[in-house]
C-alpha cells in the first residue's frame, strides 16, 4: 500500500530506473497505473531528481494520446508517480503475433504518436525513451 491508498497488483513493465504496476485506487476506487522509482535508485540524488522532473514535465501535458498523470509523491519514502491506466495490448504485443503492420494501420499509429509528441515538443519535452 502507498500513502494508504494505493494497492499495488500486478508488474507491467519496468525500464531503466522505474517499474511500473497495475493498482488500486482506494480513495476514488478506480484502476490506475503506479510507476514506482527502482528500489537501487533510492540512494541516488540524481535519479530521485530525474524522476520528480519526469513528473512534473508528464503533469504538465495533457492530450489524447498521452496518458495522464493524477498523482506524484517524490518525498522521502518511495517516490511514485500515479497514471491512468490504458488497457489493451502494446504494439510490442500487436507486432509479434503479427509480424507487422500493414500500411494504413502503421500510419494511424505513427500519427497518433506523432500527435502526441509534437504536443510534448510545444511544451518544450522531449521523450527519450519512446518504445512500443
Known amino acids: ?5 494505493y494497492e499495488l497488483g500486478q508488474k507491467l513493465g519496468s525500464g531503466g530506473m522505474a517499474t511500473v504496476y497495475e493498482a488500486h485506487d482506494k480513495l476514488l476506487d478506480r484502476s490506475v497505473a503506479v510507476k514506482l522509482l527502482r528500489s537501487d535508485a533510492l540512494s541516488e540524488h ?7 522532473a519526469e513528473a512534473r514535465a508528464t503533469a504538465s ?3 489524447p494520446h498521452a496518458v ?12 511514485f508517480i500515479v497514471m491512468e491506466l490504458v488497457r489493451g495490448r502494446t504494439l510490442e504485443d ?3 503475433d503479427t509480424g507487422r503492420l500493414d500500411d494504413s494501420q502503421a500510419i494511424a499509429v505513427g500519427s497518433q504518436v506523432l500527435a502526441a509528441l509534437h504536443a510534448a515538443h510545444r511544451r518544450g519535452l522531449v521523450h527519450r525513451d519512446v518504445k512500443p
Request: aromatic share 6%; net charge neutral.
Open 46 to 52: 540524481t535519479a530521485r531528481q530525474r524522476f520528480s
Open 61 to 63: 501535458l495533457t492530450h
Open 1 to 5: 500500500m502507498l500513502a494508504g491508498r
Open 94 to 96: 500487436v507486432l509479434n
Open 68 to 79: 495522464a498523470v493524477y498523482d506524484v509523491n517524490s518525498g522521502d519514502e518511495q517516490p
